[in-house]
């Protein structure tokens, strides 16, 4: 899930500083969830908008944001309302605002949202950042733990030295996640070197270099 966080109003009004009427996008999916650009928040936005001085001529909730073809079908199915207005606010993460710029072409889009990477859900409410898409997973050679995003250093050969009591020296109030590979090494029955690799080869930074893409012909039928 693609984590977002709502950025300072006054620094959205700055980005439309220059646009008097507004359209508002949000995204059915991650921000939903994340309650940063649902319908909730969308209304929310419209209101301080328009309190703010904005005409709103509209807003859209679409299911997924990232998808451009959809995205455009439903700006079309708005269209008078898409062109009264003088920008575009998008309360989606950076992939959701550039599927609606593609999406509208001629009009300017202002992010209304900040992008701060992919969590993982464990209850409501509670999203933790494990995964740094980073393209060379290696999480099997440690219990299924990452070290990379979930170590602050990370530090892949092991725990740095400054973990105190099984807490990060780094963030006190975190565990090490070296004490969650070693837990989780106990737990499988493995000698915990055979889950913390004794040496990894350096990582190939062209599998995260971007921009990336993935392009295929999709499976058709059942």
């Keep these: 899930m693609t984590a977002t966080e709502k950025r300072v109003f006054d620094d959205i009004l700055a980005s439309l500083e220059k646009r008097?009427?507004?359209?508002?996008?949000?995204?059915?999916?991650?921000?939903?969830?994340?309650?940063?650009?649902?319908?909730?928040?969308?209304?929310?936005?419209?209101?301080?908008?328009?309190?703010?001085?904005?005409?709103?001529?509209?807003?859209?909730?679409?299911?997924?944001?990232?998808?451009?073809?959809?995205?455009?079908?439903?700006?079309?199915?708005?269209?008078?309302?898409?062109?009264?207005?003088?920008?575009?606010?998008?309360?989606?993460?950076?992939?959701?605002?550039?599927?609606?710029?593609?999406?509208?072409?001629?009009?300017?889009?202002?992010?209304?949202?900040?992008?701060?990477?992919?969590?993982?859900?464990?209850?409501?409410?509670?999203?933790?950042?494990?995964?740094?898409?980073?393209?060379?997973?290696?999480?099997?050679?440690?219990?299924?733990?990452?070290?990379i995003t979930r170590c602050p250093k990370g530090q892949v050969h092991g725990p740095c030295g400054g973990a105190n009591e099984g807490k990060c020296e780094v963030n006190p109030e975190e565990q090490c996640v070296w004490t969650l590979i070693y837990e989780r090494a106990e737990k499988l029955g493995e000698e915990p070197v055979a889950i913390g690799a004794p040496y990894h080869e350096p990582r190939d930074h062209r599998k995260s270099s971007a921009p990336r893409q993935k392009v295929f012909e999709p499976r058709r039928g059942g």
């Design 20 to 147: 008097g009427s507004v359209f508002v996008v949000g995204c059915g999916d991650c921000a939903t969830v994340l309650q940063t650009g649902g319908e909730f928040e969308v209304k929310e936005m419209s209101e301080a908008l328009t309190g703010a001085g904005k005409t709103v001529t509209g807003w859209v909730v679409p299911e997924v944001s990232c998808k451009i073809l959809d995205v455009k079908k439903l700006l079309r199915q708005n269209k008078e309302a898409v062109a009264a207005a003088d920008a575009i606010l998008v309360l989606a993460c950076g992939a959701g605002v550039q599927a609606v710029s593609e999406a509208a072409e001629s009009k300017p889009v202002v992010a209304g949202l900040d992008t701060i990477g992919q969590v993982d859900q464990f209850r409501l409410g509670q999203f933790y950042e494990w995964c740094s898409s980073c393209g060379e997973c290696i999480v099997a050679d440690y219990g299924g733990v990452c070290p």
